[in-house]
């Protein structure tokens, strides 16, 4: 009878034991290593990837735009790799610099969609809605504003000089994060230069950021090889997925206030005829809209239209 009892004490001391270690693990943040069911949207750009530091890996007619184009290719793998193994089954890549078409089609898995070419609705964030649980960026670079990083512009290095949304400088990544945020889908990470990796988290707070160059100038970095950085990336983005709860979105609500200032003097007098564009100085324009969409809408106006397109 005594042993009986003993054991039943021990079976019981087993159970309350494996009870407080469950308890634990729910309560230790990260310790489930994967969710279920996560859609990812990714929005990639060019001049944040590895390797990239001048036009001659940007743009078509570069020596190094070919070898760029699978650096950027294997980066958003990177990324995919990284979210799946967290619990994403779904994801949706932008490609979002020069000419839209950067990507190499062939070398994606063949279970995601891509968006290509322009101009297209919310720009670089075409195709989001509040379906997307998080938002990636990869490629991404500093402001135009910012007088450090890689390539740093915001929308249009030709032609704009400055940004605002609400009165603050912003860079591409604050106008996507907020695109996202009107949908209620948190930006999760980032990748890119340490300056736009500063400027993201000092926008958005703890989001995940990969680190692939060190900025020395505007043509100039120190750059990881590009197998470190794809590591890195898919290491990151993992991570990020796996902390997808505890993001917020970037909602600016509305109305909000856009200021642009262009580099040259015409096209701002021509803006000016319009009712809804206040022209504030020579350089610059003002537009308010009801809420993030009409202001991405306007953007995408202002660096688009030509009177003499065709067809």
């Known amino acids: 009878m005594e042993v009986v009892v003993q054991i039943q004490v021990l079976r019981g001391f087993s159970v309350a034991c494996s009870l407080i270690v469950a308890s634990a693990v729910l309560l230790v943040p990260g310790a489930l290593t994967a969710q279920e069911g996560l859609k990812i949207y990714i929005s990639a750009d060019m001049e944040g990837v590895v390797g990239t530091v001048t036009d001659e890996q940007l743009g078509p007619s570069g020596f190094e735009y070919e070898r760029a184009r699978r650096w950027m290719t294997e980066e958003v793998n990177a990324a995919i790799r990284g979210a799946r193994a967290a619990g994403a089954t779904e994801?949706?890549?932008s490609d979002s610099h020069g000419n839209g078409q950067n990507l190499l089609l062939d070398e994606l898995p063949e279970d995601i969609t891509v968006i290509r070419s322009w101009p297209r609705p919310l720009a670089m964030m075409a195709g989001i809605d509040e379906t997307f649980d998080g938002a990636i960026f990869i490629g991404y670079h500093a402001s135009?504003?910012?007088?450090e990083g890689v390539r740093a512009h915001t929308m249009?290095?030709?032609?704009?000089t400055s940004v605002k949304l609400n009165g603050a400088p912003v860079p591409e990544t604050g106008i996507n994060a907020a695109i996202a945020g009107h949908f209620g889908v948190p930006v999760i990470m980032l990748s890119g230069d340490d300056v736009i990796a500063n400027e993201a988290t000092a926008l958005l707070g703890d989001v995940e950021t990969a680190v692939v160059k060190q900025a020395y100038g505007f043509h100039s970095a120190e750059t990881l090889m590009p197998a470190a950085a794809y590591r890195l990336i898919e290491e990151t983005a993992a991570r990020a997925v796996r902390r997808i709860e505890?993001?917020?979105?970037?909602?600016l609500g509305g109305p909000i206030?856009?200021?642009?200032?262009?580099k040259h003097y015409r096209p701002v007098e021509v803006l000016g005829y319009l009712e809804i564009v206040e022209r504030i100085d020579s350089h610059t324009i003002r537009y308010r809209g009801p809420d993030i969409i009409a202001v991405s809408d306007f953007l995408t106006f202002l660096l688009n239209?030509?009177?003499?397109a065709t067809p």
């Open 91 to 93: 994801i949706v890549v």
């Open 144 to 147: 135009t504003d910012n007088s």
């Open 156 to 160: 249009s290095s030709a032609r704009l």
């Open 246 to 251: 505890e993001f917020e979105p970037w909602d």
């Open 257 to 262: 206030e856009l200021e642009v200032s262009l």
């Open 305 to 308: 239209y030509d009177s003499n």
